[in-house]
């Protein structure tokens, strides 16, 4: 009895120990599963009447889904060589599901991806060179939206997006504040930018930082807010004649003074200068808690949140108006975009890069653009006035001269500088620990020097990805 | 001697056939436990031991990453502090408060059906209706506690938006989520029998007498097994991190099964990741194990010593 007792008690003690496994049990089935190796079964040759099938992944709803297959079944009709399938994935999953198709030798033909694992996956031999993919071409993508590992161009953006800046005109009109300006050549610097949010800034009683009996713990309304999510911190570390990496993304940057200062000075925003409520750059959401939330008169974030949220502010009443970064030493936005591959386990390279060519064309995705979630990617778009007119001449747009100034034609400045995933490889390792140690600077609990330089040889670890 | 050995062996007889039967009804169980647990969990072993990204073939590296693990992994330090600081405080916290709030619903008062559902009402929320619930309520700037605390005039309190803060928010929202153990304690509660409290008081105890000495034995086997689940469960912590604070600020919320999470599913190391799997383990067996030696001393059995 003694002894039977004892193993069931064990037994369940380890049971109960070994749930916290379950995770590990993907792995193993994971494991068992053909490598990589199997993908190079013997080729089959179509014959002349069969269409050649390809599989193209998205992120999306089902429903998502279906709108993206309607489009293919067009590209489908208009020609007799390539069929296409579109298979839709949930955001969130969406790159663990490409990993564990890319384990099981089963990925799509093409498919798009999200910015932090295109050059990962190049440097691991996963992508189909691109390069040719737009020889010929009358328009190509902006030169900003290619990806390149080692210099050679992998990937092209499924979209263009950038950086700017959010305000709420109806709280600048009633401080008597001008308006942030929409023109580059005019934009404001670091200290212009402050200056303003301190006026846009109230406490209960009406009193602006600075003043006499201004009390900070009962801020009413925020003058200013820098999103920090760390991947965007970037764009400041560049403004201040610093940056995350060098012009190839093989070193690191982010123990210079010019960054670490920058990012100090957009926590300082609310440490010191008191304009900008606490972030500490955890949620992605910072255009909701500001300028939709109505609590912060501008806030800095990717122009897509026009489609993703905005429009629907605007038709319950929101004003709000869109204007270029302010700048440190140089004027700088980030660019970004997720993109579409073409993935090496694909039998029929050709067919998928014919079919991308086919859909990154803006008719087809007109949808995402005229709604102000996407920017087209073909440089005809910016350059031809009446494309633009087609694209921004519309209700879901702020209006069209200062859409156009501070979004279209910043786009295409020498202010928009590539974001560093476009070149840089592990920069989700990168980010993911530097996120974690500026967590305290945000609070004030210690500084950005302190920091990062106490971190900077870990930091430097990320960036060479060691396994 | 022989008078007792004999009724022995015969008892021992129908005890030996009794276990056959019963390690028979068991096999289902044993294969669920080999073939979805333990042969995995070799798995999980052997892919530790190599640089497996998923992407390309695994190799081979012996011990490697967990000489890296203990040398220069920049959060695993802080993960292991961070969760067990995080199930100290909600094991110990939700104890306190399951059993508090089960003992007034064990009392005739007026709608308890009502007020048992309200307090069982959380456990069967959805994890995210409720995190976004909390967030608004801890949030930094604006959010709920802090309007009250700015309305009586103090200085705001960051929550979960703070290093040293984040950590006791987050235990709260667990203590809060506790309406299963409040639910088990009832039904130990329930079984305590009354002529003890009866005679108990006859002799003189009052309340706190009888709690400590009559009800507190009575369920203390319910009481480990509350211990034991609620420790489990709170060291393997990682919803409030992947909903709340993506393991900041800084790493004072990155648990281990979310650092676990992001080294697998956002790094993709998954060799690396197993053997963080590891490490979880052998901390979760440790505690386990502790908790089961130290039981004997204070389980009080009816049944007798039966061990």
């Given at each position: 009895?003694?002894?039977?007792?004892?193993?069931?008690?064990?037994?369940?003690?380890?049971?109960?120990?070994?749930?916290?496994?379950?995770c590990?049990?993907?792995n193993?089935?994971?494991?068992?599963?053909?490598?990589?190796?199997?993908?190079?079964?013997?080729?089959?040759?179509?014959?002349?009447?069969?269409?050649?099938?390809?599989?193209?992944?998205?992120?999306?709803?089902?429903?998502?889904?279906?709108?993206?297959?309607?489009?293919?079944?067009?590209?489908?009709?208009?020609?007799?060589?390539?069929?296409?399938?579109?298979?839709?994935?949930?955001?969130e999953?969406y790159m663990t599901?490409l990993n564990?198709?890319a384990?099981?030798?089963?990925?799509?033909?093409?498919?798009?991806m999200r910015e932090d694992g295109v050059v990962q996956w190049s440097s691991e031999g996963m992508l189909?060179?691109?390069?040719?993919?737009?020889?010929?071409?009358?328009?190509?993508?902006?030169?900003?939206?290619?990806y390149?590992y080692q210099?050679?161009?992998v990937?092209?953006?499924?979209?263009?997006?950038?950086?700017?800046?959010?305000?709420?005109?109806?709280?600048?009109?009633?401080?008597?504040?001008?308006?942030?300006?929409?023109?580059?050549?005019?934009?404001?610097?670091?200290?212009?930018?402050?200056?303003?949010?301190?006026?846009?800034?109230?406490?209960?009683?009406?009193?602006?930082?600075?003043?006499?009996?201004?009390?900070?713990?009962?801020?009413?309304?925020?003058?200013?807010?820098?999103?920090n999510l760390t991947w965007q911190l970037e764009?400041?570390t560049?403004?201040?004649?610093?940056g995350f990496y060098n012009?190839d993304g093989t070193d690191v940057r982010i123990g210079?003074?010019?960054s670490?200062?920058?990012i100090?000075?957009?926590?300082?925003?609310?440490?010191?200068?008191?304009?900008?409520?606490?972030?500490?750059g955890q949620?992605d959401?910072?255009?909701?808690?500001?300028?939709?939330?109505?609590?912060?008169?501008?806030?800095?974030?990717?122009?897509?949140?026009?489609?993703?949220?905005?429009?629907?502010?605007?038709?319950?009443?929101?004003?709000?108006?869109?204007?270029?970064?302010?700048?440190?030493?140089?004027?700088?936005?980030l660019?970004t975009?997720g993109a579409?591959?073409?993935?090496?386990?694909?039998?029929?390279?050709?067919?998928?890069?014919?079919?991308?060519?086919?859909?990154?064309?803006?008719?087809?995705?007109?949808?995402?653009?005229?709604?102000?979630?996407?920017?087209?990617?073909?440089?005809?778009?910016?350059?031809?006035?009446?494309?633009?007119?087609?694209?921004?001449?519309?209700?879901?747009?702020?209006?069209?001269?200062?859409?156009?100034?501070?979004?279209?034609?910043?786009?295409?400045?020498?202010?928009?500088?590539?974001a560093s995933w476009f070149f840089t490889n592990h920069t989700t390792e990168f980010n993911t620990l530097l996120a974690s140690v500026l967590g305290?600077?945000?609070?004030?609990?210690?500084?950005?020097?302190?920091a990062i330089?106490k971190n900077l040889e870990a930091l430097k670890a990320a960036n060479k990805g060691d396994k | 001697?022989?008078?007792?050995?004999?009724?022995?062996?015969?008892?021992?007889?129908?005890?030996?056939?009794?276990?056959?039967?019963?390690?028979?009804?068991?096999?289902?169980?044993?294969?669920?436990?080999?073939?979805?647990?333990?042969?995995?969990?070799?798995?999980?072993?052997?892919i530790s031991?190599t640089n497996w990204t998923g992407l390309t073939?695994p190799e081979?590296i012996?011990?490697h990453n967990y000489i890296k693990i203990f040398t220069t992994d920049p959060y695993i330090k802080e993960s292991?502090?961070?969760?067990?600081?995080?199930?100290?405080?909600?094991?110990?916290?939700?104890?306190?408060?399951?059993?508090?709030?089960?003992?007034?619903?064990?009392?005739?008062?007026?709608?308890?059906?009502?007020?048992?559902?309200?307090?069982?009402?959380?456990?069967?929320?959805?994890?995210?209706?409720?995190?976004?619930?909390?967030?608004?309520?801890?949030?930094?700037?604006?959010?709920?506690?802090?309007?009250?605390?700015?309305?009586?005039?103090?200085?705001?309190?960051?929550?979960?938006?703070?290093?040293?803060?984040?950590?006791?928010?987050?235990?709260?929202?667990?203590?809060?989520?506790?309406?299963?153990?409040?639910?088990?304690?009832?039904?130990?509660?329930?079984?305590?029998?009354?002529?003890?409290?009866?005679?108990?008081?006859?002799?003189?105890?009052?309340?706190?007498?009888?709690?400590?000495?009559?009800?507190?034995?009575?369920?203390?086997?319910?009481?480990?097994?509350?211990?034991?689940?609620?420790?489990?469960?709170?060291?393997?912590?990682?919803?409030?991190a992947l909903?709340?604070t993506n393991g900041g600020p800084g790493n004072?919320s990155r648990f281990m099964t979310y650092l676990m999470y992001d080294q697998a599913f956002v790094n993709y190391k998954l060799g690396y990741a197993c053997a963080t799997t590891?490490i979880?383990?052998?901390?979760?067996?440790?505690?386990?194990?502790?908790?089961?030696?130290?039981?004997?001393?204070?389980?009080?059995?009816?049944?007798?010593?039966?061990?």
């Open positions: 009895m003694k002894a039977g007792k004892k193993l069931g008690v064990g037994l369940i003690a380890a049971a109960l120990v070994f749930g916290v496994i379950g590990g049990n993907n193993e089935t994971k494991n068992t599963a053909p490598s990589g190796e199997a993908s190079k079964s013997p080729e089959k040759t179509p014959s002349k009447t069969e269409k050649v099938k390809i599989t193209y992944s998205m992120w999306g709803t089902a429903e998502e889904g279906k709108v993206v297959q309607e489009t293919a079944d067009k590209f489908n009709a208009s020609q007799d060589k390539i069929e296409v399938e579109v298979q839709a994935i949930p955001y999953n599901k564990t198709m384990t099981a030798s089963q990925l799509p033909d093409a498919g798009m189909t060179d691109v390069s040719a993919m737009y020889e010929g071409s009358d328009s190509k993508p902006l030169d900003s939206l290619a390149t210099g050679k161009p990937a092209y953006a499924a979209t263009n997006e950038i950086l700017l800046m959010y305000y709420n005109k109806d709280m600048f009109d009633k401080a008597g504040v001008p308006y942030p300006p929409s023109a580059l050549d005019k934009a404001w610097t670091w200290d212009e930018f402050v200056a303003a949010a301190k006026k846009l800034t109230n406490d209960k009683n009406g009193k602006h930082p600075g003043e006499d009996g201004f009390d900070s713990q009962s801020i009413v309304q925020y003058g200013a807010s820098v999103e764009a400041w560049l403004t201040n004649g610093g012009d210079e003074d010019a670490v200062e920058a100090q000075k957009v926590a300082d925003l609310y440490l010191k200068d008191h304009v900008a409520p606490l972030s500490v949620t959401d910072g255009i909701q808690r500001t300028i939709i939330a109505g609590t912060v008169a501008m806030a800095t974030n990717g122009q897509w949140n026009v489609g993703t949220s905005l429009n629907k502010a605007k038709e319950e009443g929101l004003k709000y108006g869109v204007a270029v970064l302010p700048y440190m030493k140089d004027k700088v936005t660019n975009g579409n591959v073409v993935f090496s386990q694909s039998k029929h390279p050709q067919e998928a890069m014919e079919w991308l060519k086919w859909y990154t064309q803006e008719e087809n995705n007109w949808g995402l653009i005229s709604s102000g979630i996407w920017m087209p990617v073909l440089d005809k778009w910016y350059k031809d006035e009446t494309l633009t007119h087609k694209w921004v001449d519309n209700p879901n747009f702020p209006p069209y001269d200062e859409y156009k100034s501070a979004v279209v034609d910043y786009a295409q400045s020498s202010a928009a500088r590539p305290d600077v945000w609070t004030g609990k210690t500084t950005a020097k302190d330089s | 001697m022989e008078t007792f050995n004999k009724p022995r062996q015969r008892r021992s007889r129908i005890y030996s056939s009794e276990a056959r039967v019963a390690y028979i009804c068991l096999i289902p169980a044993f294969l669920g436990l080999i073939f979805l647990t333990y042969l995995p969990l070799l798995g999980v072993l052997g031991m073939k081979f012996g011990l292991i502090i961070a969760t067990i600081y995080f199930a100290i405080l909600s094991v110990v916290g939700s104890m306190i408060y399951s059993l508090f709030i089960a003992i007034l619903l064990n009392r005739k008062i007026p709608a308890r059906g009502f007020f048992r559902a309200v307090f069982y009402v959380p456990f069967v929320l959805p994890a995210a209706a409720i995190y976004v619930g909390w967030s608004w309520l801890y949030e930094a700037n604006f959010g709920f506690f802090n309007y009250l605390l700015s309305e009586i005039g103090l200085n705001k309190v960051l929550f979960i938006a703070d290093s040293r803060y984040v950590v006791p928010s987050l235990s709260l929202i667990s203590v809060w989520l506790a309406g299963n153990l409040i639910v088990i304690f009832l039904a130990g509660l329930q079984n305590v029998p009354v002529v003890y409290h009866e005679a108990a008081e006859m002799d003189g105890a009052n309340g706190w007498k009888r709690f400590r000495h009559i009800t507190l034995p009575s369920i203390s086997p319910i009481i480990f097994y509350n211990l034991l689940m609620s420790l489990i469960a709170n060291l393997q912590v990682v919803t409030p909903s709340l004072s590891f979880i383990f052998a901390i979760l067996a440790g505690f386990t194990a502790v908790l089961f030696k130290t039981s004997n001393r204070w389980i009080f059995s009816e049944g007798g010593d039966d061990k």
